[in-house]
Structure formats: C-alpha cells, structure tokens
C-alpha cells in the first residue's frame, strides 16, 4: 500500500489490512512503508501497473493470500483492465500482456525462484526489451521486498480487506 | 550489518560491500538498514548469534554468497563459537545447537522455503521450547528480510568484503 | 460445465469455452461431458459447491487459467461466497472453509501432486471427518478429472469466457 | 484398454483390472472407455505403439503400479520389440527410440509434468519432426488422459493383471 | 554384479556390459566391484533379495536404465517372484513385500533422495522392525553406492545386457 | 582423503574423521580408499585442485557436512585461494573460477542432481573448453563416488575434524 493507495483507501474509510497487522512493531511499520514507498510509488522505466503485476505473479508463486488478493486490485485500478491480475495470478504466461512485460514477469519470477542461478543473460533478455539497469534493479527490488511481504504475511495469517477482491472489477464499485 | 557492526567495520577501516551495493538509491538504502536495525539490533528474546543463525541458515538455503558469508562471519562473532556458521550454512541440523535453537531454525527454514504452508502446529513447536508471539514474529521477519537481502545480492552479484571470510575463526584476525 | 451450468449459460447466451475447444473431436467432446457430468451432477456426500471447491484448488496447483476462472465462478455460485475462490486458488490452507472442506481439499491436492504416495492413513483421515469409501471415490475422481482438463487447457491455451472473472461476486451481474 | 486389446483379453479370458475397478460407477466407467477408445483406437498421425508409449512414459514419471505395467505389454505387443517398455519407463531418453518418438515423448512428459509452461516452441519442436496440429492435440489428449488414469489408479490402489507382465516379452507367451 | 552373479553369467557366457564399461579404468574397475562384493556378497542381516531390492527402488528412483534392468533380474532370481522387481521398480509402496521390507525400503530412499534430512526417528523406525545399527549400515551403503553406479551408468550411458530384461520371469528362460 | 593428504595429516598427528567412521567395515574401508585414490590422486586433465572443487560443490548441493568441510579444506591448500571453497560451497556459479571449471562444476552438478538427463550436449559443452573423454570420465566418477560418500556420511552423521574448518586459510595455520 503506497501513499496514494492509502489515500484512496482513506477516502472509502478503509485501512488495509497489512498497515494494522504490522502496527505493534512501529520501527518495522516505518521501515516497511518507507520500503514500499520507495519502490512502488516513485518515477521509472516502470509503470505503476506493471509495479503490481510483478507483485501479484511472484506472490502467486508464494501462495500468499493477503499480497495476490490487495496488489490483484491495485493491478486492475492501474492498468484499468479488470481481467489482468486474475491472468496474471494463475499463469502469467496465459495472460494479456506485451512481450515486454512477459520479459519482466520472467525475471521478476526467477528472483523470486531461483535467484541463485540469475546470470548475464538474463539482464541481456530484459535488455533486448529496452529495460535499462535501473529498471533490472526496481524488479529484482520490487520481486525481493515482496517476497518478504509474502512471507511475513503467510506466517502471519495476514488477511486481505474484504473490499480489495472486487475493486477494480466493475465500473463503480458498490459502496457497502 | 547493523549500527554495533559498522562500528566495528568502522574500526577496521572496512565498509560492507552491501552498504555500497544500495547506495545509489538512498532512499532504499535508508529503508534496508531502518528495517535490518529494527530486526538485529533490538532486544528481545532471541540474542544476537541467535539472530544471526537464521539469517546464516536460510541464506544457505538461498545460495546467497555474499549473506552466508558476511553474516558467518557475526555468527562467529557474536557466538565465540568458530566452526558454527560452517555448520548452520551446510546443513544445520548436524549443527552444534541446542534443541531451542534447532526449533527456531526449523521454523526459520519453513519461512524462507514453504511459508505458505505454515500453520498453528509450527508455532506451537517453537512454544514447547519457550518462545513468546513475539519471538515468532522476530524469527518471521528474520528469516523474511533476509529472504529479500538474499534475493537482492543474488541478483546483482553482490560480493562479500575478503575479511568476513576468516572473521571469528581465529583468536587474532590478522590486520592488513 | 455440466448440464445445470450449460443451462445457466444458455439463459445468458453464453457458451462456455471449453465446449468450443473440445468441439473438433465430437467421440472425445461426448465422452469428456459424460464423465464430466457423473462427477460433478450426482447426488451425493459432497455438495455441489465442494466439488468445485476440489477443481479450484487443484486448478489453481496446476496452474490452469481457464479452469481457475471458470470454476471459480461456480464455487461463487454454487456457495454464495463471493471470496472463497479466490482463498481456495491463492491457499487453500486459508481459506474459509470448514475443517472437513479442509480434509477433503488436503486429500485431493495429493491426488493431484503426490498421488503415488497415498496411503491408508490419508483415507482414514478423510474418514475421521465422515467421508465414506464412495466420497473418497468421488474426490480422487474429481481431483483426477481437472488434472485431464488442466492440462488439455493449458495446452491447447484454452480461455475462459470473460464473464466468469466477475460471476458470482456481485449480487447481480451486470448483463452485457 | 481399448476395444482390440479387450478381443485379445476375451480371447485369453482374462479381464483387465481396470474394467473391474471402475465397474462400480457405470456412469463413468461408460465415460471413461468411450474416452479412452477415442483416444487409442483411432486412425491417425501417431501408430497404436507410439501412443501405447506416451503412456508409458508418463505413468512411469506418475508411478502409477497399473498403467507401466498393463500399457507396457501394450508396447512390447504392438511394436514387437521385447525390450522396448521397459526403457521407455526407466528413462524414455535412453530408450531405443527415432527422434521423431523422442519429441513425442519430450512433449508428452512437458503436457504431464509442466503443462502451465507449454509454449509455441513446445509445438514447433513437434512440427519439426512432422508432427501436425492433430497429432499434437492427440499427444495432449493421452497423456492428460492417462494422467487421470494414473491418479484414480495410484489412489485406488489399482493392481495390474498378473498376465501384463509377461506377454510380449517372448514369442509365444506360456498358457497357465 | 557380485562373484555369484558373475559365475553364472559366465556359465552362460554373459558378461555384464558393467564390467565392459569400467573395464579401461583398472584401478576403478578393482575398486568398484570390492566394493560392491563387500556389501553385495557378504552374510548379514539383509537377504541378497533384499539388497537387490534396495538397488531397484532406489535406481529407478535415479531413472537408471542399467540398474532397474540388470538388478530387477537380481531380485526375480534371488526372490523367485516374476513380478516384484517391476513392482519395486514403479512404485515400491505398492509392491507385494512385508513391512519390514517397506521400512527398509524408506530408509534406503530417504537415503538416495534426501540423505542430510536423515534423523534418529529413521532408525527408529528401522528398529522397530528389528533392523540392528548395522543393518543400517548396510542399508545406507548400498543406497549410497548405487547413487554412485546409477551416476556412472547414466552419464556413460552404459545398458543392459539383452539378457536381463527377461532373465528370471519364466521358469526356464530361453537359450539363444 | 588420498594417500598426500594423509601423508599431511599424518605429519600433524590427524586422522581425518572419515578414516575412523569407516574403519569397524574393514574391507568397504579398503574398498572405498582404493576407489578415492585412484580418482583423486592419479595425474590427468583435472589438477587435483579441481578435482577437490568438484566435491565441495557437489557435496554442497547434497548438504554433506563431513565433505564441505574437509575438501573445502583441500581446495585452499591445493589452489592456495582462502576464499574459494566457500565461494564453490555457497552458489559455484558466483566463484572466482575461470570458465573452463565453470564448464568442469556445471557438468558435475548435472551428474550430481540430474543424471538421467545427461546428453550429448553436456558432452559438447565440456568439448568446447578443451575437456577430453577422460575428463569427462573423472568428472562424472568423482562426482559420483562423492554423491556416494555424501550419503554415508550424512546417515552416519559424520563430522569433519575441527582442524579442517581452518586449514587453508591463513598463511601459516595455528598449531594445537
């Protein structure tokens, strides 16, 4: 949940999920967030939809409950395309997305798998798709910090908001 | 590397090369060690060679070159002990350990491997030998943000600095 | 898609896609719908929605788009909980179901990822919830049955209808 | 067991154990040997020995008792080479093979094993060796087929006939 | 191939293709078959059937093509049951052996799959059915040495002699 | 353990761990050191240094305590490179080591992990660094007798001498 999530969340008077389960730990809260902000909210090759799409096929991977359904929704409010994130969740080879963004999600996935075998040659196939260095590092960034996510929130039992498994699905969103 | 141990390294006239692998993007850097202080630098049930164990044994299982050795290097440290990260990294369950620290691994290696899978019976094994909730939290986020460290320095090649691989074996580490 | 769902989709003009897909062979279309509807429109020990709940997650370890969609819809419709596919895809071991649901789940993933190492003890587990022989039956047949269709779906690329993302979650679907 | 082979096994008075298996559910026994017969008895790009071994060849990697050791005979029945089943259940790559067979079985075992990653250069390894669209649907269809054979097989504990391991295995097989 | 063996495929003027294969490597060759007749050959706890069966389920766990073969006919002629070795082979769970077999058989994998997992709750459980330390023993090196073999074999490789598939399946085997 | 590093031992009034473990099994003992030193001491187109990263890497990827820990001790002394056993231990892939051992440790860890799967095409790529069939021969022979030795010692728990943790490492080793 970055800053402007959390500004769209506070006008439906919604709190994440995530930003209460970390809460009793303030320095981590502070520290997570200042993370997340820094990665997902700045400028760069990358657009905030694809940020999302990286973190809903890696936490897919990672079975967590909690990133796939709340990121799923930023994925759909982003790329403004309802059917995407549910893709890209089961299989993001099936899903609509350009060659390029397959490119990324194929590195995204392998930091998130197999990180240890990461070689020149896969920066060389992100090259080929225009991706710079500092776009290489914002997705094996992005696949790292939410791979810890997944793993605090699987551990954790962390539990999506009820609201993120529609949002994004229908033009306007029914207000409980 | 925490506050104690850039000292340390301060003293030594030595800088970590993850200090230097995230400069370039300061607002990150700062996020990493605010996260990493708030983990390894804290009180709490778990002492520092304890800390440093998860983060020795879960990084082996990462293949993460530069982690396995910087922070083997604190576990001899901290623990005085200066076979015991060899034996964590390798296969920790032939490690020197007690019983409580081989259960906080167990749970440890389960975060970083098959956290999705964790359950109530996980937690209730690190309970039977005396950890608190907020233990669980701690080896939880151990184990989880050095799943990210390690995702980040695979992928970009991070290098551990030459003196962390002879720190703590010897009584006198030789000065260059 | 069995007869009752074919005729949900009529009413909508809908046709599923699998019935197209499979459309070009008729012996193998015939005999993939009857043993469709053996298992999945019979009386008997599961409901309805819990045999979609077995296609769900076994889809979703198989990683099938169309099968994760399509079936998700009708565990939507067939339990009226618009979130529960989506728990059961993402973790099934998350999910809000019943500690029996959660039996019959854990023994149909092994049916579908470790059926070689299925033993004594893992009926007996199913029994210990109430499952009979013929319940048993049931879900391995199931469980065995979306292993054929995920992998003919995936493939031949088979896609799910659009309309399925959404069925199910709202209190009435928007007609197209 | 398709029609041909269950003249031979009404000839030698036996019955697969199969038949026997599913004969309490006549819906779906009906079901499934109408599938099977679609499958494996039809004209087509690919001879009756050559899918026998697609069977063979995933059964083994499912472990499945009933379907190497029944489908073997199949084998060494129709290619009439005695050797030839049991190569292909070990490790199909060492097996005395064309590679036009070898691409069949890659392909085969990628629809048993990893279906969710198929692409378009999984088909065009095929079309390589001639194979076409129909033929590739085929290779599909058997060995998603034969996946959920394996599965009812493996958790019902299904037993090949005793006869299967022998025949074809000599010239003429010895009359108990 | 142990010194029984060897005398009896020399009374049928057979020569294992193992023996040719490691035969340019003299001191290999020595070296290999003591070992093997040391732990193959010699009295102990574990009938020469049983050994033989180690070697099967735990090649054909390594998809050796030489071992299942060769040594599948160690376990027909040893144990004079046609169909066990086919039946260790696929899936040793399923196979027609005693449970103290089965125990042996756990182990013996866990050795050749997953050796540094390897706990006092393994020997416990060999144990209890009445396997003493070194029966262990025995167990653990033969799984080891055919891990070694099966290595060999398939990098190499190496295959069977004809004769193997059929030797000890029919009361008198064909002469040539 | 070859006659050399005996020899070495010797001198410091060591025995290494693994002498013992095996001793009480006279003739496994004689059997075992006999294949060691005919792969690990004789002359050919590996150094014995490389011969040595070929254990550490392979026994590594097998968790063996006892050999990670001793052959990373021979490397050093070998290669006289403190670094480079921990680095060959950790993830090979990121070790200082020219390409042509890169070549040398891909083609063992396959022998190690993945021999069923070994095709002419790991041949070709050991060719393209100069490698001869013997080569080939030793790599795939070392990998595999410690692929053996890994599994004894990691079911027997066998544990290195401390002395070992530290040889190699610094100019001149403390003595007890």
């Known amino acids: ?3 402007e999530m959390r500004s769209t969340l506070t006008a439906r008077k919604m709190t994440a999920n995530a930003t209460l389960g970390l809460a009793h730990r303030p320095d981590e809260f502070r ?25 809903v096929a890696t936490s897919a991977a990672n079975s967590c409950h909690y990133c796939v359904v ?16 549910d893709q890209v969740a089961i299989n993001y080879r099936k899903a609509d997305i350009s060659p390029r963004q397959r490119a990324m ?6 930091v998130a798998l197999l990180s240890a075998e990461i070689e020149e040659s896969d ?3 992100l090259h080929e798709h225009g991706f710079t260095d500092e776009d290489a590092w914002d997705i094996t960034a ?9 793993r605090i929130a699987n551990a954790t039992g962390m539990r999506p908001n ?5 949002m994004g699905r229908v033009p306007k ?4």
Chains 1, 2, 3, 4, 5, 6 share one sequence.
């Open 1 to 3: 949940m970055g800053y």
């Open 70 to 85: 709340a990121h799923g929704a930023l994925v759909r409010v982003y790329e403004k395309k309802p059917l995407l994130a």
């Open 173 to 176: 969103p029914p207000r409980g």
């Open 142 to 150: 992005i696949a790292s910090f939410f791979g810890m996510s997944n």
């Open 31 to 55: 520290a997570f967030f200042a993370y997340h902000d820094a990665l997902m909210l700045k400028e760069g090759g990358l657009s905030k939809g694809e940020r999302e799409m990286i973190v």
């Open 105 to 110: 999600l194929d590195f995204a996935m392998k």
């Open 162 to 166: 009820d609201e993120f498994y529609l």
């Open 123 to 125: 920066f060389a196939a």
